[in-house]
């Protein structure tokens, strides 16, 4: 298995332009995860699916973040309209966990996402 | 509820001396734990795990973790430091149900 991809690796872009980060998890994996990651404030969750469905969008920043699931080989999160404060590594990771047992998640490469 | 905390932001060593990095943790199950590595402008990478078999995990590059429920903490150690062990190392706590919850990371720089 390739392991969990992600697209772009890197993206520049103005302020107030809609940005789209996708993300492949492993095939057979049914929890995908968006984490963001900043200097300020390290690794945060930012939204949680289990078989595609949202479990915990708690850590969504705010009306501006949206994520979806459409099918268990995919998944997007959108920033509309971006900030320069949305500047961060965004990290996509899946795992096979359910809701009885829990193991390690595995990590994409990541998006770094610059907003100027 | 589950939270990590990693106990030293930075910590220096080295080459050839033992690492030790912090962690405790808080969690209302039996939780999973986990180590990982990030090196410079690079993803995640995981160091070992603990679910509840021996509380004495032991990881790649000759890394290795105790699970100590009585003082809840899950610190990471290596016998003797090398230069490609500097990095930035997150400590993450798991619950079934739920994602899982990374510390703030510890940044291990090793000196000549």
């Known amino acids: 298995d390739a392991g969990v991809i992600q697209s772009p690796r890197h993206e520049v872009t103005e302020m107030g332009q809609e940005v789209t980060l996708r993300c492949k998890p492993i095939?057979?994996?049914?929890?995908l995860f968006w984490y963001r990651q900043t200097m300020m404030r390290g690794l945060e969750l930012l939204i949680y699916f289990n078989n595609n469905v949202p479990i915990d969008d708690s850590g969504m920043p705010e009306d501006r973040f949206s994520a979806k699931m459409p099918n268990a080989s995919f998944s997007t999160l959108k920033i509309q309209p971006s900030e320069p404060r949305d500047s961060a590594v965004y990290f996509c990771?899946?795992?096979?966990?359910?809701?009885?047992?829990?193991?390690?998640?595995?990590f994409g490469q990541g998006t770094r996402l610059t907003v100027v | 509820a589950q939270s990590v905390t990693q106990l030293d932001s930075h910590v220096s060593v080295s080459e050839g001396t033992p690492v030790l990095l912090r962690c405790n943790y808080s969690s209302s199950y039996s939780p999973s734990l986990f180590w990982y590595v990030q090196h410079p402008n690079k993803g995640l990478q995981l160091l070992l795990k603990y679910t509840s078999a021996a509380t004495l995990v032991k990881g790649i590059n000759g890394f290795e973790a105790e699970f100590k429920k009585s003082e809840t903490s899950f610190h990471l150690t290596k016998p003797s430091a090398h230069m490609s062990d500097a990095a930035e190392y997150f400590c993450v706590v798991s619950e079934p149900g739920y994602a899982l919850n990374f510390g703030k990371g510890t940044s291990l720089l090793v000196t000549p």
């Open positions: 990771a899946s795992n096979p966990g359910t809701f009885l047992v829990n193991t390690e998640a595995f």
């Open positions: 095939s057979g994996h049914n929890s």
